[in-house]
């Protein structure tokens, strides 16, 4: 069965591919970013900051810096002489482990020459290891984490505890002598007095932040944990979560404390609590009480794991956390319906905080894309006499199912006295395939029932299934046996007529049933999935959903796109958009970091997601168009270009005129706030945000709909901090059928015209 | 009711019991309108009166336009001008969505009047002078072209022009139906309309937007729709193909039947003409089945008039005389006669007494107030006693009547409006000696 995680596949790439056509050459630049983030992508990071001092943490004792430097060095050479994705070795994922076993190395040994050889050749291990152990995980979707650094630092402390020509280092247990050495008695004397200062309990929480990059001491875990608060407030936050709740348990079961405090165990809370709680999953309340849950697990694992490795002598360094978030992302797989908490992230952004930011929206604004879009099955306004979980058939395996029906204007189903079925307004209507698919089901050849009649033999009467992609079906049910255009086998388009409605199988009167479902077998178990891009009208009150699930007694219909918009919005990979900005009296006033003109490229990356490239700044803004809708998905980059305003202005286009209805969107805040005005909503960003932006946007006229040349918007952005308004901007957008043609801003300060003048 | 004497007549009793064509012998009373007593309509306006009822209009009309919507994905009705003009009605057509269809300048301006932007006109017909052309262009309506000679005015109004075009042409073919309408518009087998599209496809200024034909009249047949739809979907997809351009819309025209029965016909036309999701299947099946790309399909644009609006127009109007003919035949005379109703030339109207005093059934011609031979409403109905100053209700007229009637002899009467609130508006005036007086020039004078 297909596993209906969050599906997010948006347009992101974690890390700046400034100069990718330079094919086997090693660029420099991208050879310095491996290195520095092999440091912190063991905090699964790419933050510079946090790379800095988490080299400079690796340097306290020289010679374990430079092993480990020498380990990375070593890693990366290979990857690079395989000539492995670049982007991966940038990003630093064959870097890291070697890294940690450089480090360990590093510790355990004093310096010498053969030392330095056994790292090469360990880290030349770690990264064989490294690709075998992916290669396994690779197909369960899980990520590799430091199970190579284990393996291979096992293998080599097993294998060196023979080697005479390797003397065993006392570093890591003087923890003196080793300040000694860096700042002589001053530093002693003044480690002796933080040390004493703060409580045993917090220390010991340093020590073990210090212990990830095997430095026992509170100084490298004070540096560390200032390069992770930097980075993410929620990392850190996650980090003090996850180490003081493990206390509280060492307390409840009696457990020494001191056991923490000396050993390289403490680290475990601290990583689990971060991965769990705000890495692999979108963070949220429930991520943090999820961290909270495997602390426990982690304190079995771990104890258990130093009393079995202890057999041959080996520490179980990061084993508890590897396991934990293994078995833990793993299990949350084995979900059978939609989740409705713990969203795994696909796509990573830079920090947790973005994450939250970005897919809060996400959630709300395209649960099923990525998997893909089911329409209505039928053209004009249908009502649902039954919807998921109806009073009536739509029970147990079968609740997420719908009834479709058409409501005349006495708001019966059906006119004269509707004794048979052409009374009935939906019958003899047609059925349309509800998205791309293959027919991989039909049962014709049932008769019609008379009205108030059932067919309980044949439950679903004559009926369809169209398996759109593997694990992912629709079902039309109760049609007219005869009308049966399609063949098992057949490829159909979306919004082909398929059918007509009848009234077969388990109908008393012409309806239409239909159903999403996982197997592309008739009445299959329903899958409680969302219809897309449709209207829905109270009375004279219509309303756009980009998806959802209707309910019993909505009436709705789908969207038709308007090709004019649908045009204007249609950006393929390669064109090239101007545009020029005209200041009201050429007063800049709040836009005069903007210059005159920018033009913006759109790309295309291997994944096919699409954004645009502004020349000047190189900022992107990644969109998605489905031909139905249109919006910006993420913004990355220099704020200072016309992009940024583009990209706000337009940032969730419906594309069928409607001037009925309104498009609204949230705006992930961090595209309007600064990272210091979010400092504090960063922190509580899982739970609760007081930073808001939304997005409005309407249809204000359109000259001709047949053969529209002009159509005219307004869209407005809104940010707040609770009932204050921070930003208000306003646009005026007009579309011919050349595209975009102008869009004008209105801030409460300054305005400025933004005309597209070609390519 | 008091009794009334009335001559002695030997008829065959027949009251109860069904015709050979299944039809009840029975006669049934139309007392009121939308809930309005008739007789309280003639007190407050005056007999004769047409009455049309705009919740029938909409009703109609939503039944229509879901019997396509729920079809095909764009629908767009234009309500036809020519059918009923009254400004009251037309905005009815507006309010609920429809765009007009002209014929003439005259039409044109009632639209524009009306409010109906330039780009929501569709101007047809073949009458279109130079000058009309220049203000349908100026205004961006759709310009239906009928025949060359209009094409080579177009062409010399565009020399001057501006703007560019939105045009169409309107396409004449063989249906199987007869008469085949082959007056308008240019014809499908001999090839002419394809000439006339490539010819406005070499023209600069003109857009061809869409193509458009209208089979006939009260077409019973729903499968001529289907045959006329393929043939447009196939230019459609010529089009495509030649010059690689996607037109906009096809536009079917009307000729829908109303429910009215025509003179000559067997069965009621309410048992025989199709419904309207007769005509959608027919239409919508062939062009979505042509290979025109399902998600790039054409607006379907429908200029039927009678069949949306016939049922909501009455005439009321009362007795004025019973009379014997020679041939001892009962005759009636009313007070509303063909000057009122031109479709009593093709149509048997049905027409149903307030009240009925008796069961009675007659052969009865029905005969107009003119005093002209040709005015008889109908010349044999099987109809009860009626006594003078009985009011009658004559059903489906809504269409044509209003805009064809004549001036002859006496005035037009007035025309109310029952709205959906059930109030009555008077939304056209009787005719008066003032009509005239303001019309005819006294300047010359014989005396």
Redesign the interface.
């Known amino acids: 069965m297909r596993q209906f995680m969050l599906d997010l596949t948006l347009g992101f790439e974690t890390l700046k591919k400034k100069q990718p056509m330079q094919a086997l050459s090693i660029n420099k630049k991208q050879l310095l970013n491996a290195i520095l983030n092999s440091y912190s992508q063991i905090f699964f990071s790419t933050n510079r900051t946090l790379s800095v001092l988490l080299i400079l943490v690796s340097f306290f004792d020289v010679i374990t810096g430079l092993s480990g430097l020498l380990a990375i060095i070593t890693g990366l050479a290979l990857a690079y002489v395989m000539e492995i994705d670049k982007s991966s070795i940038e990003n630093g994922l064959y870097g890291f482990n070697n890294l940690l076993v450089g480090l360990g190395l590093g510790l355990f040994y004093e310096f010498s020459l053969p030392l330095m050889v056994i790292v090469v050749f360990a880290s030349l291990l770690t990264s064989f290891i490294t690709f075998g152990i992916q290669g396994i995980l690779l197909k369960y979707k899980l990520p590799y984490l430091s199970i190579p650094f284990l393996i291979a630092l096992w293998i080599t402390l097993v294998a060196t505890g023979s080697f005479s020509a390797l003397g065993l280092s006392a570093k890591g247990i003087y923890t003196y002598n080793e300040v000694f050495a860096i700042g002589g008695i001053k530093l002693v004397n003044l480690y002796n007095t933080i040390d004493n200062a703060i409580p045993q309990v917090i220390s010991t929480y340093f020590k073990s932040l210090g212990a990830i990059f095997f430095q026992y001491n509170v100084i490298a875990g004070v540096v560390i944990s200032i390069g992770l608060l930097i980075y993410s407030r929620i990392m850190f936050s996650l980090s003090l979560i996850g180490y003081f709740f493990a206390v509280l348990i060492y307390k409840f079961f009696g457990i020494d404390i001191n056991t923490l405090s000396y050993s390289y165990i403490g680290f475990n809370y601290i990583l689990s609590s971060i991965a769990i709680g705000g890495y692999f999953l979108q963070p949220s309340r429930y991520t943090y009480l999820a961290a909270l849950l495997v602390i426990p697990i982690v304190i079995l694992l771990s104890f258990s794991a130093e009393v079995i490795l202890g057999t041959y002598y080996l520490p179980a360094y990061s084993l508890p956390f590897n396991m934990i978030v293994l078995l833990f992302i793993y299990t949350l797989r084995f979900r059978t319906n939609r989740p409705k908490h713990l969203h795994e992230i696909i796509v990573q952004q830079e920090t947790p905080e973005k994450n939250v930011y970005l897919l809060k929206n996400y959630v709300n604004r395209m649960r099923a894309y990525g998997i893909m879009n089911i329409s209505l099955p039928v053209m004009g306004e249908w009502n649902i006499n039954q919807g998921h979980s109806g009073k009536i058939t739509h029970k147990g395996d079968w609740r997420h199912a719908f009834d479709f029906v058409i409501i005349g204007n006495d708001g019966k189903e059906f006119q004269n006295e509707g004794y048979v079925c052409e009374d009935y307004y939906c019958y003899d209507k047609s059925v349309l395939a509800a998205a791309d698919g293959y027919v991989v089901e039909i049962n014709k050849g049932i008769k019609e029932n008379l009205i108030g009649d059932m067919d309980i033999n044949h439950n679903w009467g004559n009926s369809i299934v169209i398996q759109h992609i593997l694990g992912l079906c629709t079902q039309v049910s109760h049609l007219q046996s005869n009308s049966i255009n399609v063949k098992v086998g057949d490829f159909v388009q979306k919004g082909q007529v398929i059918a007509k409605v009848g009234n077969s199988g388990r109908s008393p009167y012409p309806h239409l049933h239909f159903q999403v479902q996982s197997a592309p077998h008739i009445g299959a178990t329903t899958l409680d999935y969302p219809l897309c891009n449709y209207l829905s009208r109270e009375k004279t009150h219509v309303r756009y959903h980009a998806h959802g699930i209707p309910q019993t007694n909505e009436k709705i219909s789908n969207v038709v796109s308007t090709p004019i918009i649908a045009n204007a919005f249609n950006f393929l990979p390669g064109q090239r958009y101007t545009f020029q900005l005209d200041f009201e009296d050429n007063d800049c006033k709040e836009f005069c970091h903007l210059d005159k003109e920018y033009s913006f490229v759109v790309h295309s990356d291997i994944y096919k997601n699409t954004y645009f490239l502004c020349e000047k700044t190189q900022a992107k803004a990644w969109f998605f168009s489905d031909g139905q809708v249109f919006y910006f998905s993420n913004y990355q980059g220099n704020k200072n270009s016309f992009l940024y305003y583009f990209m706000l202005a337009l940032f969730k286009v419906e594309l069928g005129f409607s001037d009925e209805i309104v498009i609204k969107d949230q705006v992930p805040p961090h595209f309007l706030y600064s990272k210091r005005k979010l400092f504090f909503q960063d922190f509580i960003a899982p739970f609760h945000h007081y930073l808001n932006a939304t997005f409005k946007l309407e249809f204000v006229s359109i000259d001709d709909e047949m053969a529209p040349e002009e159509v005219r918007m307004k869209s407005q952005i809104l940010a707040s901090n609770n009932m204050h308004t921070d930003k208000l901007l306003k646009h005026d957008i007009k579309l011919t059928d050349k595209g975009i043609d102008y869009i004008q801003l209105k801030s409460e300060k300054g305005s400025f015209m933004a005309t597209h003048i070609g390519s | 009711m008091k009794r009334i004497y009335e001559k002695p007549v030997i008829s065959k009793i027949n009251a109860g019991m069904p015709d050979k064509f299944g039809m009840s012998n029975k006669m049934r009373e139309v007392s009121q309108i939308d809930n309005i007593n008739v007789e309280d309509i003639t007190a407050e306006y005056g007999s004769p009166a047409f009455v049309v009822s705009e919740k029938t209009i ?2 109609t009309y ?2 229509a336009h ?1 019997a396509f ?6 629908v ?1 009705f234009a309500w036809s001008y020519k059918t009923n003009y009254l400004d009251a009605v037309c905005n009815i057509y507006h309010d609920l969505g429809s765009w007009a269809e002209v014929v003439s300048m005259f039409e044109y301006e009632k639209a524009i009047n009306n409010g109906v932007p330039g ?2 006109i569709i101007f047809n017909g073949p009458d279109k002078s130079k000058e009309d052309l220049k203000i349908a262009v100026d205004n ?1 309506s ?1 310009i239906h072209i009928d025949h060359f000679d209009e094409f080579y005015n177009l062409v010399e109004v565009l020399q001057d022009s501006e703007k560019k075009a ?1 045009v169409a042409i309107r396409i004449n073919m063989d249906t199987g139906i007869y008469p085949q309408w082959d007056r308008f518009g240019f014809n499908y087998e001999n090839g002419e309309a394809w000439t006339a599209i490539t010819r406005i496809m070499m023209q600069d200024k003109m ?1 061809l ?2 193509l458009h034909t209208h089979i006939g009249t009260y077409i019973m047949t729903p499968s001529a729709y289907s045959l006329a739809a393929a043939k447009l979907s196939q230019l459609f997809l010529d089009i495509q193909a030649k010059f690689n351009h996607t037109l ?2 096809i536009d079917m025209g009307g000729g829908f039947a109303s429910k009215n029965t025509l003179k000559g016909a067997y069965l009621p036309g309410k048992d025989t003409c199709p419904t309207f ?1 007769q005509y959608a ?1 027919a239409i ?2 062939a062009i ?2 042509s290979g025109i790309d ?3 399909l054409p ?1 379907l ?1 429908l200029e039927t008039g009678r069949a949306m609006i016939d049922d909501a127009g009455y005439l009321i109007g009362q007795v004025i005389a019973n009379k014997r003919l020679s041939s001892g035949r009962r005759s009636i005379v009313l007070d509303m006669g063909i000057n009122n109703l031109f479709t009593s030339f093709w149509y048997n109207h049905d027409i149903y007494p307030a009240h009925i005093r008796s069961q009675a059934l007659e052969d009865t011609a029905i005969y107009g107030p003119l005093c002209m031979n040709i005015d008889c409403i109908r010349e044999a109905i099987q109809f009860p006693p009626v006594e003078l100053g009985d009011h009658l209700v004559l059903e489906r007229v809504g269409a044509y009547n209003m805009t064809q009637w004549m001036q002859f002899i006496t005035y037009r009467p007035n025309i109310v409006l029952i709205d959906t609130e059930k109030k009555m508006h008077l939304i056209r005036k009787k005719e008066n000696m003032d009509t005239f007086k303001t019309q005819e020039d006294t300047a010359y004078n014989a005396q």
């Open positions: 909409r009703d939503k039944d879901r919507a729920t079809r095909y994905p764009k767009q780009k929501k961006g759709y939105k857009q937007a869409g906009s819309y999701n299947d919508t099946t979505i089945s399902i998600n790039h607006t644009i």
